[in-house]
């Protein structure tokens, strides 16, 4: 038999990523929470955790189990809402890829605010492999991240961008629309660290016999941003990207594109999370406009 609380603890566990935060998270002792997943696992006759001195993940098993516990959970506290007339307000765990400008989250967070939507949301930051990794695991339930061919989770496209370097209004060649990789040959150049383009980057670089000097590797946008800015040295970043006293120029021949749209973890229902209001804001805030 499995009782509701042995659901709680395993998602606890995946939620917080180990026993001894699970069990905090619970308010019980570590040996009661080992003890009840231990009583899980007996009563569906399949390890549900992989366990080593360093972390925990999820066997076969447990990954088949995550969306059904979620959603067992999610009703039982349903109806004890329902009962005791407590409004309903459950929490969307927004995955948020981190190469995407700060001002998209920003909007999204007022325009949700100005609709009145009812949801609590947790926002958690990422890369593209951490991300899908917590949809995967059901540790989120939606990701605005890249979208890939192929992917075997549902989605929804939102639009498709390219890249260009920033520059400072400053450089010499600020004013240009489009600039060949050989005029940078002495321009320091800014590394975001975890641009999904790095190596693609790099190679078009030194395909074209230019090896820039990095006055900075960073892994974040904003002071990559700032670094431009300054006239530290110049970047390549999405289009989406844009700050005052930031220009943007399309460097010939680096015609690389992004889709950006919504991923939906496998427990979740993609067309009613798309209807809600909280989708909506998020969908009305994220857009490719630069700031001027």
Same mark, same amino acid.
């Given at each position: 038999?499995?009782?509701?609380?042995?659901? @709680?603890?395993?998602?606890?566990?995946?939620?917080? *990523?180990?026993?001894?935060?699970?069990?905090? !998270?619970?308010?019980?002792?570590?040996?009661?929470?080992?003890? +009840?997943? !231990?009583?899980?696992?007996?009563?569906?006759?399949?390890?549900?955790?992989?366990?080593?001195?360093?972390?925990?993940?999820?066997?076969?098993? *447990?990954? @088949?189990?995550?969306?059904?516990?979620?959603?067992?959970?999610?009703? &039982?506290?349903?109806?004890?809402?329902?009962?005791?007339?407590?409004?309903?307000?459950?929490?969307?765990?927004?995955?948020?890829?981190?190469?995407?400008?700060?001002?998209?989250?920003?909007? &999204?967070l007022r325009e949700?605010?100005?609709?009145?939507? +009812?949801?609590?949301?947790?926002?958690?930051?990422?890369?593209?492999?951490?991300?899908?990794?917590?949809?995967?695991?059901?540790?989120?339930?939606?990701?605005?991240?890249?979208?890939?061919?192929g992917?075997?989770?549902?989605?929804?496209?939102?639009?498709? =961008? +390219?890249? #260009?370097?920033?520059?400072?209004?400053?450089?010499?060649?600020? *004013?240009?629309?489009?600039?060949?990789?050989?005029?940078?040959?002495?321009?320091?150049?800014?590394?975001?660290?975890?641009?999904?383009?790095?190596?693609?980057? #790099?190679r &078009?670089?030194?395909?074209?016999?230019?090896?820039?000097? &990095?006055?900075?590797?960073?892994?974040? %946008?904003?002071?990559?941003?700032?670094?431009? @800015?300054?006239?530290? +040295?110049?970047?390549?970043?999405?289009?989406?990207?844009? =700050?005052?006293?930031?220009?943007?120029?399309?460097?010939?021949?680096?015609?690389?594109?992004?889709?950006?749209?919504?991923?939906?973890?496998?427990? !979740? %229902?993609?067309?009613?999370?798309?209807? #809600?209001?909280?989708?909506?804001?998020?969908?009305?805030?994220?857009?490719?406009?630069e700031?001027?």
């Amino acid at each position: 038999m499995i009782d509701r609380y042995h659901l @709680r603890y395993f998602l606890s566990v995946i939620d917080t *990523g180990n026993f001894s935060r699970a069990a905090a !998270a619970c308010n019980v002792s570590q040996p009661t929470l080992s003890v +009840g997943i !231990a009583k899980l696992e007996t009563a569906l006759g399949h390890a549900l955790f992989n366990r080593t001195n360093r972390r925990v993940a999820l066997t076969d098993a *447990g990954a @088949r189990l995550v969306s059904h516990a979620r959603t067992i959970e999610a009703t &039982f506290a349903a109806a004890e809402r329902e009962v005791i007339g407590t409004p309903t307000q459950q929490t969307l765990r927004l995955g948020v890829l981190a190469t995407t400008p700060r001002r998209w989250i920003e909007d &999204f967070l007022r325009e949700h605010r100005s609709r009145g939507a +009812g949801n609590q949301i947790e926002i958690v930051e990422g890369k593209e492999r951490d991300l899908r990794e917590r949809l995967a695991r059901g540790r989120i339930d939606v990701a605005l991240m890249l979208l890939r061919d192929g992917d075997d989770y549902a989605s929804q496209r939102l639009f498709t =961008e +390219g890249y #260009s370097l920033a520059l400072g209004t400053a450089h010499p060649l600020a *004013g240009r629309d489009v600039i060949r990789v050989e005029e940078l040959g002495n321009d320091p150049m800014i590394v975001r660290r975890h641009c999904e383009l790095l190596p693609e980057t #790099s190679r &078009f670089f030194t395909t074209r016999g230019v090896r820039p000097v &990095f006055a900075s590797r960073t892994t974040s %946008d904003d002071k990559a941003l700032s670094y431009v @800015r300054a006239g530290l +040295g110049v970047t390549v970043m999405p289009d989406c990207f844009g =700050e005052p006293g930031v220009v943007r120029a399309h460097l010939e021949g680096f015609d690389f594109t992004r889709d950006i749209g919504l991923v939906f973890a496998p427990h !979740a %229902d993609p067309q009613e999370l798309a209807q #809600s209001p909280t989708i909506a804001a998020l969908v009305t805030a994220v857009g490719p406009d630069e700031i001027a």
